[in-house]
């Protein structure tokens, strides 16, 4: 053995050995003569926890007073689980003293590095390192990055940055997130947790929220009317007001106006005609980086960042179909010129291809030095396909992926598109309607990636002789403005990538280069990690929102203030360090210096804040509606000046975080004036869907919604029958059908179950008769549809499945009448089915399934009675092994679960 090759994950470690010729393989690794090539399994290795190297640190709040703690030298340990016997196994390979190399094929990135130089600094080995830079898996991309491998001298900028940006987060994770748990107020149930790049993607979120939340409407009125030509007929709005910061040229703002309009309608007079012919091009796409890549599947498709890069990272890893995904050059090195050409030949025998391939042939690539472009090529080049057709199989999402890159990687070597834009205006005494038509003269590299765009149906063309059209119909509607729409994962990602700015044009983005908020490889993640720790929250159209949990951390961050880790631009600038340190601009030392300074800036403002001088200089939002003092605000609340505290003062107090929404300062002013609200927005139900809804403010603070909210209905609601628990009426709230008796303890019934809209006549069924129809579109919590009826379960509605089926040769039993046994740990009833006992409903909790045969041998009902009422039953020695068809001796036992185990005797 002379040759250790570490891969990232066993698949690749197996192609590289495919590559070597190498064919035998240990569980922990392939080996030939003279070549070993093993495995990682992701991070096996960690960065220790304070209470590692201090375990008085145990106690956050006792060492609070200690914070930061910054290690001298920072220390891993290995990572708890399953990985621990292939790292030991990583370890006796690389410390082998036979071996003369060590060649380092983890990805490709900073990440894949870390990976790679913590195994091997844990080994204690003392061979040299090599690199291989694996741009994409196929055999001759594997191939080459094997003979061209370098030695891991040359990369020693990557491993500094990566060790940079591992000790940054912890320096900022661990202190951060423990001064700001022991020093911010929050509620008993939250907890907190600080990052270098989720707050600051968080405060993105947030003060997006508050912009939504602060929205006030404005109602107008919104005219469309019928023109009909010579030679056309076309629908034209109304757009004779001012466009203005809070108004739109097509608003009608006044009666006065209406009536106006009306009447110049009214009166028969023709509208005179102009039109406006231009002209605009579309470039044709750039390839994809991993960010654009998300971006474009999120707006088609609506997947999360996690998921494209799930699918992307298989199509790349599994099926050797595309180029490296977590990257973030969308060009080309010109070396490459060869290896497109012949690319695009082969993907001339994907059946929807051919055609392009064939016109990109006669015509000749377009785009070439913009595509090839060395200078804007890091570390990896954009997302193309290898040329490799398909040999097994796509899943669904691996095919559209796959689709939609081979679309775009075609079109970046077409020519412009050209959009032919006809402006048509109607000036009716003055009275401007407009309709604008759009369609494609040249399509260009549309051919490839289609859109719609035509002339609508009647739209002809004006004559220059008789410009003159007349009104055949027309339609007011009354409208109010809206808040900013809700930012999804498309635009997120875009906002992180410019450091929190809105830039669309390509030549100003490309000067954020570098200054984003974490990486493409790292910003999925940070997005599911907010929404695993409840600061924000995906709705089911896709949309983010921040949650009053995450717009409070952000809120009390600034106030204190620690501007740094809530401002998007500031942590961008701290992500360029980190690309300088891996360009070799900056040392790692001069990085971590800062880090540390900022992490005990941090520390310290937190620590050293005072609560209640966070809102002094605020002015009061208003008049106690109890007592006629000030009413001021605080961390959590608007409470009256003359609170204090529980029991105390006066007792007037509105929470911020109350009633399924967040009340922002603007906002509780307004309703602390007006004492009521109609149909204001940014209300969330139990499910994380948005709705309006009209509200009252009492004299104590509390918020009550003017159509109830919740499971208590008001007698004002619509009614839709009987209470099933008492003598009230079910009704229809804003989130429930529920009893409109204070007393009444029946829970109502949400009107979205499992992201499922319940239907009025489907809520009547549960409540008349005890059931809903069978409901075949619920969506479980992974994400996964299902089909159960909705059963009234006492004061709760369930849901009870309908039976699985059982497998076409399972036996089936004559089946007895009757209850065979009740459940111990729910008090169900359990009966007999012709293939199991169970229980007729699961909405009472009960999990009791049991065959009535297993392993070939007879579960009779009175064995199933002792079972369910004892716990277990056997041994049995007349079991029948699945695979092999050997008898064996078992005990079957009832699990916490309430699904069968068995124990067996010990072997002697």
Same mark, same amino acid.
């Given at each position: 053995m002379s040759i250790v090759v570490l891969a990232e994950k066993p698949s690749v470690a197996e192609d590289i050995a495919k590559m070597l010729n190498i064919t035998k393989k240990e569980a922990t690794h392939w080996h030939s003569e003279d070549i070993v090539v093993t495995w990682a399994v992701g991070h096996m290795l960690e960065l220790k926890y304070i209470d590692d190297y201090d375990p008085t640190f145990k106690n956050w709040r006792k060492t609070a007073a200690e914070l930061p703690f910054i290690p001298e030298k920072f220390e891993f340990k290995p990572k708890s689980g399953s990985t621990r016997k292939q790292l030991t196994a990583i370890k006796k390979l690389m410390s082998n003293k036979e071996v003369t190399e060590i060649v380092n094929a983890c990805d490709a990135a900073r990440e894949g590095e870390l990976i790679f130089? /913590?195994?091997?600094?844990?080994s204690k080995s003392k061979s040299p390192v090599s690199r291989m830079w694996l741009q994409s898996m196929t055999k001759e991309a594997i +191939?080459?990055?094997w003979d061209e491998r370098k030695s891991g001298d040359e990369y020693q900028n990557l491993a500094d940055a990566a060790y940079s940006r591992s000790e940054a987060d912890w320096l900022i994770g661990m202190n951060g997130s423990r001064i700001a748990e022991v020093f911010l107020p929050k509620k008993r149930t939250e907890r907190i947790s600080l990052g270098r790049v989720q707050t600051a993607t968080l405060a993105i979120l947030v003060d997006h929220e508050l912009e939504i939340l602060k929205h006030e409407s404005t109602p107008f009125w919104v005219l469309t009317a019928q023109f009909e030509g010579t030679d056309s007929s076309w629908n034209g709005r109304w757009e004779g007001g001012e466009s203005t910061e809070d108004t739109k040229p097509h608003w009608i703002l006044t009666l006065e106006d209406k009536e106006r309009i009306q009447a110049l309608i009214d009166s028969g007079e023709k509208a005179v005609v102009t039109e406006k012919v231009s002209t605009s091009k579309e470039r044709p796409p750039l390839n994809f980086d991993l960010t654009t890549l998300q971006r474009q599947a999120n707006s088609m498709f609506s997947w999360p960042a996690k #998921?494209?890069?799930?699918?992307a990272q298989? !199509?790349?890893? #599994?099926?050797? !179909?595309?180029?490296?995904?977590?990257?973030d050059s969308r060009f080309l090195p010109t070396d490459m010129k060869d290896t497109i050409n012949a690319t695009l030949t082969n993907l001339g025998q994907l059946d929807e291809m051919g055609g392009f391939i064939q016109n990109l042939t006669s015509n000749g690539l377009q785009n070439v030095s913009r595509n090839f472009n060395d200078a804007k090529v890091s570390d990896h080049f954009a997302i193309i396909p290898t040329g490799?057709?398909?040999t097994q199989a796509l899943s669904k999402d691996e095919q559209r992926l796959y689709n939609m890159i081979v679309r775009n990687f075609i079109a970046s070597w077409y020519g412009q598109s050209v959009i032919e834009k006809q402006k048509r205006t109607a000036n009716l005494g003055g009275e401007i309607f407009n309709k604008e038509a759009q369609q494609y003269t040249t399509l260009g590299w549309r051919e490839v990636v289609p859109k719609n765009l035509s002339h609508p149906e009647g739209w002809g063309t004006i004559s220059v002789d008789n410009p003159h059209a007349s009104i055949s119909s027309h339609e007011w509607s009354e409208e109010k403005s809206k808040p900013p729409t809700r930012i999804k994962e498309a635009r997120l990602l875009s906002l992180m990538e410019k450091a929190g700015k809105d830039i669309e044009d390509e030549d100003l983005a490309e000067a954020m280069a570098g200054k984003g908020l974490g990486t493409p490889a790292t910003r999925a993640d940070t997005i599911e990690k907010l929404l695993s720790r409840g600061y924000i929250s995906r709705q089911q159209s896709g949309a983010l929102n921040a949650t009053p949990h995450g717009i409070r951390i952000i809120e009390i961050l600034r106030r204190i203030p620690v501007e740094w880790i809530t401002s998007a631009e500031l942590t961008g600038e701290m992500e360029?360090?980190?690309?300088?340190? +891996? @360009?070799?601009?900056?040392s790692a030392s001069e990085y971590m210096n800062k880090i540390v300074q900022q992490t005990q800036e941090l520390v310290q403002r937190i620590r050293d804040h005072d609560r209640s001088k966070l809102f002094e200089n605020d002015q009061s939002i208003g008049t106690c509606p109890l007592c006629g003092s000030k009413v001021i605000e605080t961390a959590l609340s608007y409470p009256c000046e003359k609170n204090e505290g529980k029991d105390k003062g006066c007792s007037f107090v509105l929470w911020k975080d109350t009633s399924g929404r967040w009340f922002d300062r603007q906002t509780a002013t307004k309703l602390l004036e007006n004492r009521e609200m109609n149909d204001l927005h940014g209300f969330f139900n139990r499910n994380g869907e948005t709705y309006e809804t009209s509200i009252v403010l009492s004299d104590e603070g509390k918020v009550t919604s003017a159509k109830s909210t919740g499971n208590r209905s008001n007698p004002t609601d619509e009614a839709l029958g009987p209470c099933p628990t008492c003598h009230g009426t079910i009704r229809e709230t804003d989130t429930h059908y529920a009893c409109d008796q204070e007393a009444c303890k029946f829970a109502g019934i949400g009107k979205v179950i499992c992201k499922? /809209?319940? @239907?009025p006549e489907e809520a009547k069924?549960?409540?008349v008769d005890g059931k809903s129809p069978l409901i075949d579109d619920f969506i479980s919590r992974r994400g996964r549809p299902f089909k159960a009826f909705l059963v009234l379960e006492g004061t709760k509605v369930g849901f009870e499945f309908p039976p699985r089926e059982a497998a076409a040769d399972a036996r089936r039993f004559e089946v007895q009448p009757g209850v065979v046994a009740i459940c111990p740990k729910f008090g169900a009833e359990i009966y007999e089915t012709e293939t199991h006992f169970r229980p007729r409903s699961s909405a009472t909790g009960c999990k009791i399934d049991i065959p009535r045969e297993i392993s070939k041998r007879e579960i009779t009902r009175e064995e199933a009675k002792e079972l369910i009422e004892k716990g277990q039953i056997g041994p049995f020695d007349d079991l029948i092994a699945k695979k092999t068809g050997n008898p064996y001796t078992a005990i079957l036992y009832l699990k916490k679960n309430q699904r069968i185990g068995y124990r067996f005797a010990k072997r002697e």
């Open positions: 130089q /913590t195994i091997y600094h844990y +191939q080459r990055a #998921r494209t890069l799930n699918v298989a !199509l790349y890893e #599994r099926h050797k !179909l595309t180029t490296y995904p977590r990257t490799n057709l398909p360029s360090s980190l690309t300088a340190v +891996q @360009k070799g601009e900056l499922r /809209t319940i @239907k069924a549960i409540i």
